[in-house]
Every structure is written in C-alpha cells, then in structure tokens.
C-alpha cells in the first residue's frame, strides 16, 4: 500500500479547437480507488484511454512505477498488460465461449498454459457467480453477465491498475446492481483502479478518492466526504447539489432591474421553483442591490448569484461587490435592511482583500409557510 504506481505530470490533450485536458496532475498509489466524475465533456474517458495509450498525449507524461509510457520507446504492448480497462460496452469477443474470453490474454499474452488459465477462469467466474456460463457464448449473457465477464477478463492479466469507463452506463437500470456488485468486490481485494462514473452512490460507496473534473483538469479532489458533503469550490457544488444557477449582473447605475425581474421570474419557471421565493428573490435585488448597494458604488460592480437546490428546496445567493469594505447589516437604509432581513433567515458578510470585488454576502432565502 501507498507505494507510487502511477503518476501523471502536466498531461495535456487537443483535438482540433477543442481541449478537453489542458494540464493534469496526479499521482495514484497502489490500492488507491479513484473515481473520476464531472460533466459530460469535461475529459474523465480521455484521461483514461490516454493511461491506457489508445489517446496520445498533446503534451505531459504518464509514469507507470516509475517507467515512462507516454515516451516513444515505451513498448506499449507490454504495458497494456499490466493495465486492465473495461470499458461502457462489453467488447467481449463474439465468438469466444466466456471461458475461451477470459484465457485469451494469460496465454497469448503471459505465457500460461491452457490449463493453468483454464484453472484460472473457472476460479474467476465462480467468484463472480457465473460458473453456470462458463461455456455460454456473450450473446447468451444478459448485459450484467457481460460486463461480470469483462471485469473478470481483465483481472485474469493480474494488471497492476484497472481503469473502468462508466462500467454500467450501457445497462439496463436492472443490471447495474450485479456488476456494482463486483467492482465493490475487486475494490474491496485491494486493487488499484480507476473509475469514470455517473453513478454518485457507487463513487461514494467503493471509492478511497474522489476527482472531480472540470475546466480542463482535476478542478476539485478529496475523500468521499471531502467532496459529497463539503465540496470547497463553485463548480464542484453545483454540480453535487445539481444545483440551478442565475446570476445577475450590475455594471452600472442604470442598470435593467425589470429585465432582471423578468430573468429570475423565467429562472424560477423554468427549475420549478415556489413563487413565494421567486418574490422574495425580486425583492432581495430590488432592496440590497438597488436601494442599499447601488447609492454607495459610484461604479458598481456587482455580481449576484442565485443557487436552488431541487433537494433542499432552498435558494442561497451569493452577491460579490467593488467598492471599500461594508457589510451590508451596517447600512443606514434601515428600512431596506429590515426587508432583507425579513427575507434572508441566514446572512453572513466577508471581506476578502486581495479580491477585486472584496466585498461577500451569503444569504439564504426563508421558505415561506
Ligand atoms: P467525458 O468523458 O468527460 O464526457 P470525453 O473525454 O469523452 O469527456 O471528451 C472530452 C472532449 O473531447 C469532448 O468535447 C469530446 O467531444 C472531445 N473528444 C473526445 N474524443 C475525441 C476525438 N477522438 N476526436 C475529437 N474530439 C474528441
């Protein structure tokens, strides 16, 4: 355990305009249990399947226990023995038997006799439950029992690190259970592996880390806990709460404040949102912004973000202002400040000095009876 397996430094990928990797840093030890997670887009599967050479890097290197295998000298079939991948579909060979599936690579590949691979299999699909099949072709397997396959096919190399690309987003919604079941099995054995998910009970349930990407690398990574109850930056929480988010804003002191009514009327519309907090979220940007705020910024800087969140049913705002440091509780504009407080049941002021808009308050928005 702990020992360095895999480290990957400034690695960076572009197709065409697009770059999904711009610079990537990571270091896994052995029986680490990474899983990646992030918007669609965002890079998880080309991180993989550049770990695995079947991307090349733009720029950067990837280290497997020390040896460079992003270098052109690397003989790269050597070192795809010693990194298993399962990918979305199960890619097993149609017209293998399951059994014949998993001996393919120990024999051709690490020198095993027929029987030792054989032994081997058998051990391997009786630890998974599908001794039953072993003489079964794929097609006579639902989804579940392929991917069982692919997942013990894989192992039958010994790799030193198994990378899963969404192991069960191809699966009937049925089926994903059997094969969670088997990565928590594998991940429990100790191995090391790497896992692209959507599933956020399974990256919460197997992994010892969590990466979340976005922005073109690993944006935010911690524990399980670290991320699904603290998540410490913007994206990482909006992301985990699937929260929806506006923002406005305010650049000047004419500012549109009916069409930024209009906006947070069609934000609440559109994410389902009670009309009692879409008024009280008016009346915050009429009370705060307009009456409290803009009197006092010569040129206003202000940005406001709302966040809803489906699950608690609550919206926190963020506002963001330029100007010399002022928590808002202290404005003479008593009236208006009574208001804000009728309407936020949290309010918290921050001054953040090297920041251009130094000036924080986080609210949130009292549910209304
Ligand atoms: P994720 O797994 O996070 O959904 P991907 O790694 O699949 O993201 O893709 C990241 C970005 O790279 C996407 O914008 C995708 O369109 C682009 N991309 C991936 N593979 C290719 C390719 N072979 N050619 C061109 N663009 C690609």
Redesign the pocket.
Known sequence: MNEKLLEIQHLK?Q??Q?V?LKDVNLTVNSGEVISII??????????L?MINHL?EATAGKIYLRGEEITSPDCEMSQVRQKIGMIFQSFNLFPHLTVVENIMAAPVALKGLSRQEAYDKAKELLASVGLSAKTFSYPDELSGGQQQRVAIIRALAMEPEILLL?EPTSALDPTMTGEVEAVIRKVAASGATMMM?THSMELAQRVSTRILY?DEGGIYEEGTPKDIFSRPQKERTRQFIGQLKVLKISIDSQNFDIYGSNADIAAFCQKNDIPVGQARYLMLLLEELCSQILLPRLPDPLINLTAEYSPLEERIMVWLEYNGSPFDIRESDNKLSLKIVQVIADILEYEQREAEPLGNRVLLRVRKRS
């Open positions: 990928k197709y065409g697009t999904p992030g918007p669609s887009g965002t890079g998880k599967s080309t991180l399947r991307e690309d692209v990407m």
